[in-house]
């Protein structure tokens, strides 16, 4: 993008997205809702009717998804995809689908986004980029960099992986899709950090997201219906043109091999409780919603990680002081399983993670690689501990909502930790504890001398009321210590109290029994 113009693949989109954030919530959200128990989703769902009668059989996953062709497939006969073999899938189709998004999208910002003139590219303006342009740090609107860029990225990456390439062939569609409009969509310098958040967080987004909407088409028996359809392609816009553009060609369900999931839907009211160094015009109650989906969750018996993102946790939350408040990502890029004795179970390794957190205070988003570790414990017959701890760094930006004399937002790499405990007492309870730190540095920035220390924390209890219906306690912290040399130190701290109706998944609370 630009150094100085709000833009970007979703240009075309961003004033309306702007009036009205509430637009990007409620499609994703509905969808999700065809995600919860009544489509059946649950540890033991049916794998999809193209895997082999044997397979269908075994317990945990047929790795057949991603792997290389073998020669008796090769030859080319078949065109529909079929992702045990990987026979049918095409690497013209998805190229072919992103040059025309980028097209069409170039020449409606032509005609009716302000500065048109930074649309009107041509070949020199292309020559150009390509041999003498000086790659920048935009200054874009913060949502359009930290999430609607990443948000784009997905989109290439869905092309790509709806038309059957695996999670890596996927990534390099991204990343190309990044660096065509980068260089040829606009006249303006080419953006630094666009190619960091689109096609890395584009890639580590759309991959839940891909895997969400198979998860939705692989429930119930027999062939989507138009509902799981519809709703899958809410979740993943790619994968729903692909199956509706080409039919049979790319209708074969991803198989997700039946991982351990949690699932949880909530909604409700939720109360500022306390607020240090905040405008006045923090909103002290409002509406709140989220949902949470966790997968690949480890300790169930046969199943393995032999693909990316086999886990990997997504959570996306709403409230009506500011729509869009949280989006995290993270799975599991590569990694081990391991066990202590019978009482637990868990995963190590490289994790990739993409975060956009905006409360009433602050704004940080991350695209981010970490190590670290995912387990589960059996702590007695009926108490169970699931917990997660990351380590890593990334590329983010952070900044005040409240726009004062200092910038609106800051660039920098982004070391980050992240602790999360889950204590589950049967199916009757449980509590939930998440931190998050993130520190934004000066070390590649355009500010030198800036930093950005963000903390958010939440807790929550759940308790089951009847089947998987629930009510749920939640309190939230958000901190953030800025340092700016012109201007004030900033210390800012809002804290929140949620009571919400939980809907949970067929998993109920998530323990895996191993034993």
Do not use: C
């Not at 899938?89 to 009716?112: G, T």
């Amino acid at each position: 993008m630009g150094s100085t113009h709000v833009g970007g693949p979703h240009t075309a989109m961003m004033s309306v997205l702007h009036q009205n954030r509430l637009i990007r919530i409620i499609p994703l959200v509905s969808a999700l809702f065809l995600l919860s128990p009544g489509t059946g989703l649950s540890q033991n769902q049916t794998p999809p009717s193209s895997e082999n009668s044997n397979e269908r059989d075994l317990v945990g996953p047929v790795n057949h998804a991603d792997r290389t062709e073998s020669p008796a497939n090769s030859s080319g006969r078949s065109s529909t995809l079929n992702w045990e073999t990987r026979e049918g899938r095409s690497y013209l189709i998805p190229a072919a689908e992103i040059l025309a998004y980028l097209f069409l999208l170039n020449q409606f910002d032509r005609h009716f986004t302000e500065p048109m003139s930074d649309y009107r590219t041509t070949g020199t303006t292309i020559r150009d980029h390509l041999t003498d342009s000086k790659w920048v740090l935009d200054n874009d609107q913060f949502s359009v960099n930290q999430f609607l860029h990443p948000y784009s990225g997905s989109i290439y990456y869905g092309l790509a992986r709806s038309s059957g390439l695996n999670f890596w062939e996927s990534s390099l569609y991204s990343v190309a899709g990044s660096f065509l409009w980068e260089i040829g969509g606009e006249k303006t310098n080419p953006s630094i950090n666009d190619m960091i958040a689109t096609p890395i967080g584009g890639t580590f987004l759309g991959e839940p997201l891909f895997r969400m909407a198979n998860l939705l088409l692989e429930s119930g028996d027999g062939r989507p219906g138009f509902w799981r359809e519809l709703g899958a392609a809410i979740i993943s816009p790619p994968t729903g043109f692909n199956r509706l553009v080409f039919g049979n060609r790319f209708d074969a369900v991803y198989p997700s091999n039946r991982p351990a999931t949690f699932m949880r839907l909530a909604g409700g009211g939720t109360l500022t409780s306390s607020s240090h160094n905040v405008a006045s015009n923090v909103n002290e109650h409002g509406a709140v919603g989220e949902f949470t989906l966790t997968y690949g969750l480890p300790g169930k018996p046969g199943y393995t990680y032999a693909r990316p993102f086999d886990y990997f946790d997504f959570h996306v939350s709403a409230a009506t002081a500011n729509t869009l408040e949280t989006i995290t990502t993270r799975g599991l890029l590569a990694g081990k399983t391991y066990a202590s004795g019978d009482q637990t179970r868990g995963i190590w390794g490289l994790f990739g993670s993409y975060d956009y957190i905006s409360p009433q205070v602050f704004r940080v988003s991350s695209t981010a690689l970490s190590l670290g570790t995912v387990w589960q414990s059996w702590l007695a017959d009926e108490l169970a501990l699931q917990g997660t701890f990351l380590g890593g760094a990334g590329y983010g930006a952070a900044g005040s909502i409240q726009r004062t004399e200092e910038r609106d937002y800051h660039y920098g790499t982004t070391p980050q930790a992240l602790l999360a405990l889950r204590l589950i007492y049967a199916n009757r309870a449980m509590l939930d504890i998440t931190g998050r730190e993130y520190y934004v540095s000066d070390f590649l920035s355009p500010e030198r001398h800036g930093q950005e220390n963000i903390v958010r924390a939440e807790s929550s209890l759940t308790l089951r009321v009847f089947d998987r219906h629930g009510v749920a306690l939640r309190y939230s912290l958000s901190h953030r210590d800025a340092h700016y040399p012109s201007v004030e130190f900033r210390n800012q701290t809002v804290t929140a109290v949620s009571l919400m109706y939980v809907i949970l998944g067929d998993s109920g609370f998530g323990a895996v029994e191993w034993r």
